[in-house]
């Protein structure tokens, strides 16, 4: 059976490709927005809506939907809107910890899984010239909490559960669903 990943993130792209030997990317356009759910049950939502939409246009395949969100003090960060809006949440996460949820849904013919795996992340205390060059990178433009732990070193002092998990795809949880859906040996 074919693979589809229903993401249009590279990050996302070369973790699979690490445990998936042959897939095609096609990118969903489900609608992202999510109000008054917990951090889990929003990225969890949002990968059901992105699997379920692109495996109606591709019924025979499995489809992998996936969203990350970055949670602080309950409340739901998504990618920011600007460089500005980037900063601010650099800023406010400076020195603290946060979590990161990736839901995950991979649905095929005649069955469909989904869920969402949790990671916590301690941030260093950032400078505010650090924060100006990794903004000005344009790293932080297009992820969730404005950062990604893999673009610098100096962003996270540590980190709990999985690391592939807050780069976006939880590497070894999709491998246990890939198998179990006899997708992959």
């Excluded at 404005?146 to 491998?175: C, F, H, M, W």
Aim: with cysteine; net charge negative.
């Amino acid at each position: 059976m074919k693979l589809i990943l229903a993401s249009a993130s590279p990050r996302r792209r070369e973790i699979l490709s690490r445990i998936a030997p042959d897939f095609l990317v096609i990118p969903s356009d489900a609608d992202e927005n999510i109000a008054c759910l917990s951090p889990s049950e929003a990225a969890e939502k949002v990968a059901v809506r992105k699997a379920e939409k692109v495996f109606a246009a591709h019924p025979g395949c499995a489809v992998l939907g996936a969203d990350t969100v970055v949670a602080f003090e309950g409340r739901i960060l998504g990618k920011p809107k600007d460089a500005e809006d980037a900063a601010r949440t650099l800023r406010m996460l400076s020195g603290k910890t946060h979590e990161v949820y990736t839901g995950w849904c991979l649905a095929a013919p005649g069955r469909i899984e989904s869920g969402a795996e949790r990671s916590i992340v301690s941030f260093r205390e950032l400078s505010d010239a650090f924060i100006r060059e990794y903004v000005e990178s344009g790293k932080p433009l297009d992820k969730a909490g404005s950062y990604g732990i893999q673009d610098d070193v100096r962003i996270a002092a540590a980190y709990e559960g999985s690391l592939t998990n807050i780069i976006g795809l939880p590497e070894e949880k999709i491998g246990e669903i890939l198998k179990d859906f006899g997708i992959f040996k």
